[in-house]
């Protein structure tokens, strides 16, 4: 299978504890985005990267939000001292160079659950 | 006003009959807009982008994007159960709250 992956698919935490979440975009993409879905809502952009380099960070992004994509390959999102706020589905997306920079193919989610 | 919204609905149509499902944005959206579908419990999948103004068909899918009236929307004809989902509008990666389209045979 050669799309998005991300793991873990489900994550239970207390709240409090750090968790992190790992992206493998499609092997050709240079653009990769983290957003955040809750039920009933669209996705929430949380931030991309091109290559390496982080591009965009949303302002609705506190500072307990951090990610990385230190090789241009995979990318982690790690969420620190976490909050029952911060329960919801967790999206990873990755689209390709060039003109349709823009198409995003979504990776199945994380899905955290903060007690 | 939100960089991108839609008509939340819940929308049903019959089988066979057009669904038209709508998407307005801001001026800080980008000119490049797409559609996704949704299924419940599932991740967000790339049906349609449209770059220009006018229409863009592809099979049952029509878009159409109008700039001058910061408009984009989607036809589906001749609807079919399958596609009962949820449909999200996308511009400069801010998406809509989705609209859920229910097709009853």
């Known amino acids: 299978d050669t799309g998005v992956s991300q793991d873990p698919r489900h994550k239970i935490t207390k709240r409090g504890q750090n968790v992190t979440f790992r992206c493998d975009p499609i092997s050709e993409h240079n653009r990769l985005y983290w957003y955040r879905q809750t039920l009933g809502q669209g996705p929430e952009f949380l931030t991309y990267?091109?290559?390496?380099?982080?591009?965009?960070k949303s302002r609705l992004l506190s500072d307990r939000f951090s990610a990385e994509r230190p090789k241009g390959s995979f990318s982690t999102l790690e969420i620190q001292r976490t909050e029952q706020g911060d329960s919801a589905m967790y999206l990873c997306?990755?689209?390709?160079?060039?003109?349709?920079?823009?198409?995003?193919?979504f990776g199945p989610g994380t899905r955290l659950t903060v007690l | 006003q939100k960089e991108v919204e839609q008509n939340s609905g819940p929308l049903s149509v019959p089988e066979g009959a057009i669904a038209s499902l709508n998407c307005t944005y801001s001026?800080?959206?980008?000119?490049?807009f797409f559609w996704y579908r949704q299924y419940s419990g599932k991740s967000p999948e790339l049906i349609m982008s449209?770059?220009?103004?006018g229409d863009k068909e592809d099979g049952r899918f029509t878009a159409q994007l109008n700039k001058a009236s910061q408009y984009v929307s989607l036809l589906i004809r001749d609807s079919q159960p399958s596609d009962s989902a949820t449909y999200l509008c996308?511009?400069?990666?801010?998406f809509g709250a989705g609209t859920r389209l229910t097709v009853k045979p």
């Open positions: 001026d800080r959206v980008s000119q490049s």
């Open positions: 996308a511009g400069s990666m801010r």
């Open positions: 449209i770059y220009s103004n």
């Open positions: 990267f091109q290559n390496e380099a982080q591009l965009e």
């Open positions: 997306a990755s689209s390709s160079p060039g003109r349709l920079f823009e198409e995003q193919f």
